[in-house]
T-cell receptor
Framework: GAGVSQSPSNKVTEKGKDVELRCDPI?????LYWYRQSLGQGLEFLIYFQGNSAPDKSGLPSDRFSAERTGGSVSTLTIQRTQQEDSAVYLC??????????????FGPGTRLTVT | AQSVTQLDSQVPVFEEAPVELRCNYSSSVSVYLFWYVQYPNQGLQLLLKYLSGSTLVKGINGFEAEFNKSQTSFHLRKPSVHISDTAEYFC????????????FGTGTRLKVLA
């Protein structure tokens, strides 16, 4: 079946511009996560959505970052007024519904964001 | 709050030699533990996980890990590595209740030499 997809795969933007990154999770997965992967920094948790519950936004680094998930499926991560330090690979992952005890995250290929 | 420490950023090892990648965690609650692998230019995939039961967990590609609660460790091992094991390995932790948030370590780059 189809895995997690992300678009665009690469994005180059100028400092100060806004960007939107998209994630299409695996159909039926209720949990969706966003991470940021910077060189030497590992995966930094940003936000997760679980079904209809309020999202856990505790990892968003500043108020320039926001995310939404429409209809329990597609998610968009928005970065406003981008800064050079926002350059990284942004990863999305989804997990099956919580009563199916697998606890495995399925990762997308990522969006490489470069802010010039 | 939880945290994960992967002390070794890079581990070079010769082909067919054994390897151990270290992972230590800190948590005030019970946790689930995971190892993910990221091959060059590919996405992350689950290698193995510890949820409960036997502390020795076997995963894909001949890898195994042992959960040591007293030492708060979850080291990854393979008795004989192949060139194809060259990748970045991430340890991750998640609380067993009240949260679906995963905390990842900074990764260990395993380079297998011919």
């Amino acid at each position: 079946g189809a895995g997690v997809s992300q678009s665009p795969s690469n994005k180059v933007t100028e400092k100060g511009k806004d960007v939107e990154l998209r994630c299409d999770p695996i159909s039926g997965h209720t949990a969706l996560y966003w991470y940021r992967q910077s060189l030497g920094q590992g995966l930094e948790f940003l936000i997760y959505f679980q079904g209809n519950s309020a999202p856990d936004k505790s990892g968003l680094p500043s108020d320039r970052f926001s995310a939404e998930r429409t209809g329990g499926s597609v998610s968009t991560l928005t970065i406003q007024r981008t800064q050079q330090e926002d350059s990284a690979v942004y990863l999305c992952a989804s997990s099956p519904r919580k009563d199916r005890v697998t606890y495995e995250q399925y990762f997308g290929p990522g969006t490489r964001l470069t802010v010039t | 709050a939880q945290s994960v420490t992967q002390l070794d950023s890079q581990v070079p090892v010769f082909e067919e030699a054994p390897v151990e990648l270290r992972c230590n965690y800190s948590s005030s609650v019970s946790v689930y533990l995971f190892w993910y692998v990221q091959y060059p230019n590919q996405g992350l995939q689950l290698l193995l996980k510890y949820l409960s039961g036997s502390t020795l967990v076997k995963g894909i590609n001949g890898f195994e890990a042992e959960f040591n609660k007293s030492q708060t460790s979850f080291h990854l091992r393979k008795p004989s590595v192949h060139i194809s094991d060259t990748a970045e390995y991430f340890c991750a932790v998640r609380g067993t209740s009240g949260t679906y948030k995963y905390i990842f370590g900074t990764g260990t780059r395993l380079k297998v030499l011919a």
